[in-house]
């Protein structure tokens, strides 16, 4: 797994939502209660920004037809959308993404 360090994510006790790009990926940096989650930014539905819309009982709520996915596992009413791990080092928001070789050794370790 890669970490990309994000210090420029501060007051994370508090609710928000935040884009970030990182590896070419747009990701939302979420707060909610109390927890830190990352999750895709683009709604799978028709592309729509995630980070416009709001989070209520777990999930972002994409801000144009109100199609919801849950934080922690992406999951939606007909579809996913990508999540992402998330851990503090050193006071730092760090966002984990999978590279190609924890791909490959995912499909030898089964």
């Known amino acids: 797994m890669k970490w990309y ?7 994370i006790d508090k609710p928000f939502i935040k ?8 990701i939302c940096i979420v707060g909610y ?3 830190l989650f990352a999750v895709s930014a683009i709604c799978p539905h ?3 920004d995630l980070s416009l819309g709001g989070c209520e ?3 972002i709520i994409c801000p144009v037809h ?6 922690q596992t992406g999951k939606g009413a007909n579809d996913f959308i990508k999540t992402y791990a998330v851990k503090i080092k050193d006071n730092i928001v ?3 993404t999978k590279t190609v070789w924890d791909d490959i050794k995912q499909v030898f370790n089964k």
């Open 5 to 11: 360090p994000l210090p420029e994510i501060q007051d």
């Open 19 to 26: 884009k970030v790009k990182i590896a070419d990926k747009n």
């Open 33 to 35: 209660e109390g927890k």
């Open 46 to 48: 028709q592309g729509f």
């Open 57 to 59: 009982n777990g999930k």
């Open 66 to 71: 109100g199609y919801s996915f849950d934080l």
């Open 94 to 96: 760090h966002i984990g």
